[in-house]
């Protein structure tokens, strides 16, 4: 063959294979950019440990909806768990994490209808003595995963027993608990280890939220509570380990509803005056924020008790005694009431009279 014959060949042929190469990398159109397709990381990774012994933990999270970039997320075609145990003694707090080989969990679609769906995973291998630190990414694709979530972290110990003896006493704009200490394990056997509790508390009776650190006391009185709410709670022992905090039992539910018993101040500035229609009662505006009314008591000279002649509106500081009769001394009094139910009522304000 000639040379010349050669090089006219190769020039024909390497055209064609650089298209074959271009056609078969499985892209027909313009790549899609990453981050239209990466999804966002997850930020709720929660964690429950089993509280009868058993070894096992329940871990939990929402599925993402959209990409880092904004858009919709029709399918989720994998999650990656990672997981690492460390036994306690030796755990650095300064050293990397050192997370396992991911364990592939199946996604699915975003959406379940109309409600985004919940993802969950069981491990049951917890060892004593360990702790556990969890992370979760997912995937749209082989090429593309989303950053880390966030991390939860425990330590695996036999928990001890729920608190029991829970009590609650509501009072005005607060919440007093109180629980006998827990003494013993899960199991029934003797604790010597320190505890503390972690207070929890609802408003519909479902979503718990931590209030504060554990306390190493065997009470609690929350502050932030607002009066005619219904309050949930729950106590979870916590045992200390190595500086470490394990999760143990969780009390009954109970509930209290914190109650307005503080009245407003007595009104003043009461006087009476004599008309043609009856006796005029005037007093000063009270100054409260949730006053409901006022209250007007009467009596006469030769009587030590007060008799209800009426009841008005906040807006009014003005009451006019229609019954009172010819020739007879009065006295009148004011008291103010809230918008409790029933209402807190003030003392009465000092005595006013006019002789009608």
Known sequence: MKPGYTARLTGVLLPGIFFLLLSGCGYKNDPVPPENVVPV?????????????????????????????GSVLDDISAFELYMAEIPLEDYCSTCPIPFSKPIQIAGGQPYDGEARRKAGYEYSMLQSGYKYFFKIRSRTSWWADSADSNIVTFVWFQPAAAPEGVAVKPGDGQVLLQWQPVTSFYDGSALAMPMKYQILRSVDGSSYEKLGEPVEAVEYLDRQVS??????????????????????????????????????????????????????????????????????????????????????????????????????????????????????????????????
């Open 41 to 69: 990381a997850i930020g709720d990774l929660r964690y429950k440990l089993d509280e009868t012994g058993d070894k096992a933990v329940q871990l939990s999270w929402s599925y993402p909806v959209k990409t880092i970039r």
């Open 227 to 356: 009066n005619g709410v219904k309050y949930f709670y729950t106590i979870q022992s916590m045992m200390v380990l190595q500086d470490e905090l394990v999760s143990g039992g969780t009390s009954n539910e109970v509930t209290a509803i914190p109650l307005d018993m503080t009245p407003p101040a007595a009104p003043t500035g009461v006087t009476v005056v004599q008309t043609d229609v009856g006796m005029k009662i005037f007093w000063d505006r009270a100054d409260a924020a949730d006053l409901g009314g006022y209250r007007i008591y009467r009596r006469t000279a030769d009587s030590n008790s007060f008799d209800l002649l009426g009841e008005v509106e906040p807006v009014y500081t003005i009451f006019t005694d229609s019954t009172a009769k010819e020739g007879i001394r009065y006295y009148y009094a004011i008291s103010a009431i809230d918008r409790t139910t029933p209402p807190n009522e003030s003392r009465k304000s000092k005595e006013a009279t006019s002789r009608y």
